[in-house]
């Protein structure tokens, strides 16, 4: 009799066993991820995580000055630079753009444009060395543009750069160009909340002209900080 119960026993706890093996199975066909955590099991190579979101724009072929700001191949040797999404968003409204002359020679990590907020002027550095050929006039009358289309219409110089191998080895490009982006966000997000004040409690991301939420007093200051200007 003892022995029939055990049996009896036995026989339920392989069904139980068996039940819960195909309930695993067809969980893990609905939901593999999830599933897979819920039970301590690794993920299989199939199930690719999705890529967090970059706050901040950056199409591909173009370069980075860690000074934040883009330069993008013409014709021949003329290369156009720009402001990228970073640092517009950063200054937020523009209130006006000064650009040098068409002929002035600029400087590789040196004064190249000057944005002015709230009337206090912020110099970006030069991403490229070389003559200058053209300016983009429509951004200089309508500093708008440059909120709207930081890598098109609202493009700043066009420059003659002779020795542009020097130029590209100087910027940041693809996934290099992407990681450097990545530690600016990471900095941000290491700054005490009640400094950052820029993210939303949902996960949304900066205000344009978040900078003065890092700090109001000195918010000039810390611009010139993150885009490595005097």
């Known amino acids: 009799m003892q022995g029939d119960i055990y049996a009896t026993k036995g026989i ?14 067809i969980l893990r066909l609905l939901s593999p991820p999830r599933v897979a955590r819920m039970f301590g099991m690794r993920s299989r190579g199939h199930v690719r995580p999705r890529p967090p979101r970059s706050w901040f724009a950056m199409p591909e072929g173009l370069h980075f000055h860690q000074g934040h700001a883009w ?8 290369v156009t630079v720009g402001v990228d999404d970073f640092a517009q968003r950063l200054l937020g409204p523009v209130d006006a753009i000064h650009l040098p002359q068409v002929g ?7 004064r190249g444009w000057t944005l ?28 708008e543009v440059l909120a709207r289309s930081p890598y098109d219409d609202g493009w700043l110089l066009k420059v003659r750069v002779p020795r542009s191998g020097a130029t590209w080895r100087n910027l940041l490009s693809g996934d290099l160009a992407r990681a450097w ?3 600016t966000v990471e900095r941000l ?9 820029i993210v939303m409690p949902d996960g949304g991301e900066p ?12 918010w000039d200051q810390v611009a010139r900080e993150f885009l490595l200007s005097d």
């Not at 330069?71 to 003329?78: N, Y």
């Not at 002035?104 to 040196?110: F, Y």
């Not at 978040?210 to 109001?216: C, N, S």
């Open 12 to 25: 339920e706890y392989v069904i139980v066993i068996a039940y819960l093996l195909v309930l695993v199975g």
């Open 71 to 78: 330069a993008a191949r013409d014709d021949g040797e003329i």
């Open 104 to 110: 002035t020679r600029l400087r590789l990590g040196e």
């Open 116 to 143: 002015v907020v709230d009337d206090k002027p912020i110099s970006m550095v030069a991403p490229v060395e070389g003559k200058v050929v053209a300016v983009n006039r429509a951004v200089v009358d309508s500093p």
């Open 181 to 183: 982006m990545a530690q």
């Open 189 to 197: 997000r290491r700054m005490p909340a009640g400094e950052l004040g």
């Open 207 to 218: 205000v344009a002209g978040f900078v003065r939420l890092l700090d109001p007093e000195h």
